[in-house]
């Protein structure tokens, strides 16, 4: 998968994880595609760690999308476990 099918998985994963999981998290749309990024690179390394399946380079395998939109939700909740609502009014 090219630089540009990473940029567009990241974005849509992270987007998607922003959706399952709502609430006022820091980045806008240059956030959700980092988010989603590392996202996909946490869920690869989880797949292939510990459930035994790597994930192709092939930017319409389910099992690609599965594993970043769930590395996406993993990064979101590590985030907000370690900082909260950093963007709460007082």
Same mark, same amino acid.
């Given at each position: ?8 998985? #990241? ?15 820091? #980045?806008?749309?240059? #956030?959700?595609?980092? %988010?989603?990024? %590392? ?11 510990? =459930?035994?399946?790597?994930? *192709? ?13 769930? #590395? *996406? ?8 476990? =370690?900082?909260?609502? *950093?963007?709460?009014?007082?």
């Amino acid at each position: 998968m090219s630089i540009i099918g990473w940029i567009i998985l #990241g974005l849509l994963a992270g987007a998607i994880a922003k959706v399952l999981l709502p609430g006022r998290d820091p #980045g806008g749309l240059i #956030g959700t595609t980092v %988010i989603g990024i %590392i996202g996909a690179f946490i869920g690869g390394w989880i797949s292939s760690r510990f =459930l035994d399946r790597p994930i *192709s380079n092939d930017f319409y395998d389910t099992a690609t999308w599965i594993s970043a939109i769930g #590395g *996406s939700l993993v990064l979101l909740i590590v985030y907000r476990l =370690l900082f909260g609502n *950093s963007r709460e009014r007082h």
